[in-house]
């Protein structure tokens, strides 16, 4: 695999995800197969890069997959591709440290020799973006940026002043982007609104492409040096079956984590917690993060499933909770109104969703022996939620920088940390031992 183009930015907000997007689309659409990728551990973007370039779109983090991990990973997933599209995670420089690089996405870039295109804020300016560019090419040292994507642009003459500027001081502009309402992708507190929940129709995509220089970008992206890898191949390990929470408010999933689940031996069964009257007949339960505060009333109102979760999980089959998922699995949820929705009732904790946003990578002890592995294990992980924890009976699972966090009780693992099973493998090969060595539950 060699054509690949990373779409990068001076900062959060400048339009990353539908330039790419758009790059997506339109390259698809003249018959292409792009593959997306998202850098870093965002759950939301990367379905807007899998509705455009109807391809699932791919996490690839630094911090979460070890080097030779997200290499091996990034040569697995584009190998049926004609061109990778790369999106940048905050600004171009932005990591783990104000110092350094490190765990950015010009980290990135460099690990996987990666073409760059800028996509730089132009409203309210136009010299001055040259001058802007320029200082992120300076900076990025070792990085190959090819050019400038301008977006929020007041009419085409603005484009063409900015676009003067840039050639003079011998940037090359890849086109632009004008400021249309249909683009807009809405957030709500935990980011963007998934793709499932709103996105923009493919043919306004591939319409708003056509200012875009294309044929430019995709030869620029096949400009990138030959990568070769032999992706890791792990044997199955045993013949199980696992519930996956899936629906409105559990979507939090990584591609290459499921992937390597089923790799292992592991037939997904998908449920809805909102709709569903109980799980399905499986050995093991999976219920990653989402928005179960957004659908609340739902998911009490639906008593028999919570009942069916309960009566599963007492049975001593693993169950696996995930930041949304311990939410549910809590006794209580309370919103930001102040108003109390009955929960699962598995895990002895209350939630409380609040205005404080706690987020961060994580590294992370098992203080006891859970369904993905025994005490002692160490992996990384990261937090991203706006709820907090009132403790009946605290029995920590994890031991992280901040303190002890979630819960675990023999079958039961329930955290806030999100784990990405196929950067450490070992947690995706654990679970699938002890979902072998728990048989079906009807």
Do not use: W
């Amino acid at each position: 695999m060699t054509a690949r183009l990373m779409v990068a930015a001076a900062h959060s907000g400048a339009g990353k995800t539908t330039v790419s997007s758009l790059i997506c689309a339109g390259l698809k659409a003249q018959g292409l197969q792009v593959q997306p990728f998202k850098l870093g551990p965002d759950y939301l973007d990367p379905t807007h890069l899998s509705h455009a370039a109807g391809m699932k779109a791919r996490n690839l983090d630094s911090y979460l997959l070890p080097p030779e991990r997200l290499q091996s990973l990034f040569h697995l997933g584009s190998r049926n591709a004609d061109l990778c599209v790369l999106e940048g995670v905050m600004g171009f420089f932005d990591g783990k440290s104000p110092l350094s690089d490190e765990h950015s996405t010009a980290d990135l870039a460099r690990l996987l020799n990666c073409p760059v295109v800028l996509v730089l804020d132009a409203a309210g300016t136009a010299r001055t973006i040259a001058a802007v560019a320029q200082g992120l090419i300076q900076f990025a040292e070792g990085i190959q940026v090819c050019g400038v994507i301008l977006n929020q642009v007041g009419s085409a003459r603005h484009a063409e002043l900015c676009e003067m500027a840039l050639n003079q001081a011998g940037i090359r502009c890849f086109g632009f982007l004008s400021k249309q309402p249909e683009l807009a992708l809405p957030s709500r507190h935990l980011g963007l609104l998934e793709a499932e929940q709103h996105h923009v129709p493919l043919k306004t995509l591939i319409q708003a492409s056509s200012t875009l220089d294309l044929q430019g970008l995709l030869e620029v992206a096949k400009s990138a040096p030959a990568r070769s890898g032999n992706p890791e191949h792990l044997e199955p390990l045993a013949k199980v079956r696992l519930g996956i929470a899936q629906d409105e408010a559990f979507s939090f999933y990584y591609q290459d984590a499921l992937d390597l689940l089923q790799q292992l031996g592991a037939e997904l069964l998908p449920f809805s917690p909102i709709r569903d009257a109980g799980v399905p007949d499986c050995d093991g339960l999976l219920i990653g993060g989402g928005y179960p505060e957004a659908h609340a009333a739902e998911l009490s109102q639906n008593s028999s499933m919570r009942e069916s979760i309960r009566a599963f999980a007492a049975s001593g089959n693993p169950v696996v909770a995930e930041c949304g998922g311990l939410m549910y699995l809590s006794e209580q949820l309370t919103d930001q109104d102040g108003k109390v929705f009955e929960m699962c009732g598995v895990v002895p904790y209350q939630t409380h969703m609040t205005s404080r946003l706690t987020l961060g990578y994580r590294e992370v002890t098992f203080l006891q022996d859970t369904p993905l592995g025994r005490a002692g294990t160490q992996v990384r992980g990261h937090e991203f939620h706006h709820s907090s924890l009132q403790h009946v009976a605290f029995q920590p699972a994890y031991q992280t920088e901040q303190g002890p966090e979630g819960y675990a009780s023999g079958n039961i693992l329930a955290s806030y940390v999100h784990l990405h099973y196929a950067g450490f493998p070992v947690l995706a090969e654990h679970l699938v031992g002890a979902l072998e060595g728990a048989g079906h539950h009807p």
